[in-house]
């Protein structure tokens, strides 16, 4: 699908982590098609925890599922990062106005942002300049309940595309899973410095031979009321501008201070 | 191998992404056993471009390759990340007082660092407080010439040993290829905001299906002196230290100008 100035519709690329038969993602098409011209490229199966994984020692396909005037929908056997690049190389041979992926079933929230594939498209949309939002609901759940984030989703795709976003900046918004009391609103944060802490379920096979499931616990030991943990556990939508330059900037005078000299030999 | 306090060696975890059989892992373990006690994880098979990906949906096994006083070595079928995690709630039940990862085949300067698998280990031992480095050569060869490189290992690893990293950091390490110009000396960078230019290269099976190989072209347009790209090209050692808070601060204000609100249904 090209995107053609004199139409004033906004081309949004959608992807997500879940594959292509996920609530979540069902749920961002419906409100991406409210607001412009929309492009699914999602994966076969789930991604779930597959970071930013890109695929370079198998071929990529991709299988057309519907072709209608404002909306395609692809499915690919890639990862999300290889939705991202294959939509804008392969299938747009351009750049869409805005990528969002998700809805995630489960928190990016924290620590979650560095394993997340949700996050991933995001971050390689933002690396290409395009404007770009990662949704997740705090529901694991394969039916989670989607039903209280359309406004949500819409103030913050439409507020993305009418301001655009700084230059090497995306957003990651979590949102309370549904219950009885109405979310409070929305708040701007960091991210919270918690982590995974891993407690492996290992077990023997039929065969006498240990294997381990990864399994583990979430520790947050940060409650700053400034963070996302401390949004969504009070009934918040957490937005938590994200950038790809990992650069620790605080510690480069330090290492400097070490005065590191090769030995050459 | 349990850490005694009344040994003086330290215990170093060495892991990678290139596999067991890579070149730069077993220069990085020759290195590491010259200065400590060294349990070795590393996958079956090479993990490039897998990011922090982590393995949730299959079993992971371990093979112990061998066992002596002061070293130990086993493969895994996870990823870099899973390597991490089973060093040290399996493998070692606790901590190694350092975690170093590589020596990569490759660049993981620039942007590489969110796609590396490298690194990706490097971030997770740094989320459970573990003082962590990744060390990278700028040769993608398998035959790689990794001859140049042990007094650089050595002395950034002892300093690392000797001296800690804050909370939050750790080290992202990239050394020009071997060649005939001496290298200049070690530079402490920033990241540079370089990235790949996908570049497909499509083919027709013999069935007559479409696919899709990824391949790229990496492009820089910042060629400020105070980047690890600047560094490498200039025939010094890069060192960027790197943290997994990926907030964008600077973008904080705008977002919460825009004062998003929700609608209520």
């Known amino acids: 699908m090209k995107n053609n100035t004199e139409d004033r519709k906004p081309l949004i690329l959608v992807t997500n982590d879940d594959g292509f038969s996920a609530g979540g993602l069902r749920k961002l098409i419906e409100v991406a098609r409210k607001i412009g011209k929309v492009v699914v490229v999602a994966g076969e199966k789930s991604m779930s925890g597959q970071g930013h994984a890109i695929t370079i020692t198998t071929p990529l396909r991709i299988k057309t599922i519907c072709k209608e005037p404002d909306y395609e929908e692809y499915v690919c056997n890639g990862t999300p990062v290889d ?6 190389q392969v299938i747009l041979n351009g750049k869409p106005d805005l990528l969002v992926s998700g ?3 489960g928190s990016n929230a924290s620590i979650n942002v560095i394993y997340s594939g949700t996050m991933a498209a995001v971050l390689e949309a933002c690396i290409d300049f395009i404007p770009a939002i990662g949704f997740s609901l705090l529901d694991y759940g394969h039916d989670a309940d989607f039903s209280h984030v359309d406004s949500i989703l819409e103030s913050v795709i439409k507020k993305v595309l009418g301001e655009g976003l700084p230059t090497g900046v995306c957003l990651n918004v979590n949102i309370p899973a549904k219950s009885e009391t109405p979310i409070k609103g929305v708040r701007v944060c960091r991210q919270a410095q918690a982590r995974w802490v891993e407690e492996f379920d290992t077990r023997i096979d039929p065969r006498g ?12 030991d940060d409650h700053d009321e400034e963070t996302d943990q401390w949004a969504l556990e009070n ?7 994200v950038q790809y330059d990992m650069t620790a900037y605080q510690a480069i005078d330090l290492v400097e201070k070490w005065k590191l000299e090769l030995n050459h030999r």
Request: with cysteine.
């Open 103 to 105: 809805i995630n079933h």
């Open 209 to 220: 031979g240990d294997y381990h499931w990864l399994t583990g616990k979430f520790e947050n």
């Open 235 to 241: 009934n918040y939508v957490s937005i938590v501008p």
């Open 83 to 88: 939705c991202v690049k294959l939509g804008e």
